[in-house]
């Protein structure tokens, strides 16, 4: 029994029958209580309204309602101590109705006695306790389920989805009734899923393994899937969380490259040096043996040495370029304007190639902080990439405009055939090319011009069904900035 009074509320129209219940109260030892009585249904009412007691007691008949009107009232109003409902000897039917209600327990009127009272207070005390630390567990791990930043669900043992909170709806791109009874193989879309769910059906757990997620606009996300098969009863599921880590994965990839570049670079001038000046003294003998020769024959042969010598040099300056960008010179732009420039500098060979292209730029695209120069020939480079992926006359390029957060996102893709993931690992590094033609800068060089606009590359491909490259930049959040950069 609690150490502070016990407020009880006792309501019943019989009078006799309250005194009855009010010397059985007194003759529990060590009960120390506040009885309140209360003789109908409406007066009971404001009582519940105030949820001043830690006990009700209800007869069943109370004129034309009954406590069993009067429990659910209680639970509308979000009552959260015991109700005893009292019945006759031939209402136990309706007792257990109540219990049904929500009642913790019933007692018979004919039957009570102080021995049967305090039975029913304690376990109705103890019940109500033992269900509100249940309840308020509840609500402190739902708050965490629905609050966490991960995706959290929980699938049956076939793979579809139960139960999930609001991040598994960002992340998978797909809106609640979508994503509910959705099959797990259909999100996670890579190789090795077989295998863990293989795992958790031997009745293993998942930790950190990385997958890929598809999410339901066709986008894919790297994430880090753990899951476990747990027991409710007789009833298992499965257990799941995933955090995406692209973004990470991105990071760690373009800061390789970016090492890998200034390796490059530095490499790249210290051959450029000490190619350069044996070259110059070639170039010098092949022009003085040049002015030396009478005999055209023989001079055909030094105009050769002077050409290649000439092509030599060129493709040294190439490479400096490649290894060491311009200065971007950041002055408030219009995308769209950048991109159309660049579509037209590579409009002969889309019409050559018979390549369709779609346009679809958001509205009210906000100007940002741009090289204009340099960013054609981002685009260029990826426009002229997709060109070549195309097949001709059934080629067909899509360039996006988007405003997604605080950034805005430019995406550029083709149906062509695609990257492997061989390939896929590699096509940022510079000097890396799958053509038989080309040095393989022109997509190192692009990454680098848009890192020096403060922004990200990503690039999403399936074989023979194209490649998708989504290039992120910031937008400018104050007038301050257009005066910074302008």
């Not at 109260?25 to 009885?35: G, K, M, V």
């Not at 940002?368 to 067909?396: C, H, M, R």
Request: proline share 2%.
């Amino acid at each position: 029994m609690p150490d502070s009074p016990l407020r009880i509320l006792y309501v019943d129209d019989d009078e006799d029958d309250f005194f009855l219940a009010e010397a059985c109260f007194r003759e529990i030892p060590n009960l120390d209580f506040e009885l309140t009585w209360c003789s109908n249904y409406k007066k009971a009412l404001s009582y519940l309204k105030k949820k001043e007691h830690d006990l009700y007691l209800f007869d069943f008949y109370l004129g034309e309602y009954t406590g069993i009107d009067l429990i659910k009232k209680a639970f509308q109003y979000q009552c959260e101590v015991p109700i005893i409902l009292l019945t006759g000897r031939n209402d136990e039917s309706a007792a257990v109705q109540s219990l049904r209600t929500g009642a913790t327990d019933y007692l018979v009127k004919s039957e009570l006695n102080a021995q049967s009272l305090q039975r029913s207070i304690r376990y109705s005390l103890e019940r109500t306790s033992f269900t509100k630390a249940i309840q308020q567990s509840e609500r402190r791990y739902r708050k965490i389920f629905e609050e966490s930043g991960d995706m959290l669900f929980t699938t049956d043992t076939q793979g579809s989805i139960l139960d999930f909170n609001h991040s598994a709806q960002e992340l998978s791109g797909y809106n609640s009734w979508q994503l509910k009874g959705l099959g797990l193989p259909v999100l996670i879309v890579s190789s090795n899923f077989r295998e863990i769910w293989k795992t958790l059906m031997a009745g293993g757990e998942v930790a950190n393994a990385e997958v890929i997620l598809k999410t339901g606009s066709g986008d894919k996300r790297i994430c880090i899937f753990s899951g476990s098969v747990e027991r409710d009863g007789e009833r298992e599921y499965v257990q799941c969380r995933m955090s995406d880590i692209t973004s990470r994965r991105q990071s760690e990839r373009e800061r390789l490259f970016s090492e890998k570049i200034a390796v490059s670079g530095r490499l790249i001038r210290m051959l450029a040096h000490e190619v350069r000046n044996p070259l110059t003294n070639i170039t010098l003998s092949a022009e003085q043996l040049e002015s030396e020769l009478d005999d055209d024959e023989y001079r055909f042969y030094t105009q050769i040495i002077k050409r290649n010598c000439s092509r030599i040099n060129e493709l040294i300056t190439q490479l400096l370029q490649s290894s060491r960008p311009g200065e971007v010179n950041l002055v408030p732009g219009d995308m769209s304007e950048v991109m159309d420039e660049a579509l037209a500098a590579a409009d002969d060979r889309l019409q050559l190639k018979k390549i369709t292209v779609l346009k679809r730029y958001a509205p009210n695209i906000p100007k940002i902080g741009l090289d204009k120069t340099s960013l054609q020939l981002a685009y260029l480079n990826l426009i002229n990439n997709a060109i070549e992926a195309v097949e001709e006359a059934d080629g067909v390029l899509t360039i996006s405009l988007q405003i997604q957060g605080e950034e805005l996102k430019v995406l550029i893709a083709d149906n062509g055939c695609g990257i492997s993931e061989e390939v896929m690992q590699q096509i940022f590094e510079p000097y890396f090319t799958g053509k038989k033609t080309g040095m393989g800068i022109g997509l190192a060089t692009t990454l680098s011009i848009v890192h020096s606009h403060g922004g990200r590359i990503d690039v999403q491909s399936e074989t023979g069904s194209g490649t998708t490259f989504t290039l992120s930049f910031p937008l400018l959040e104050e007038k301050q900035d257009l005066q910074r950069i302008g």
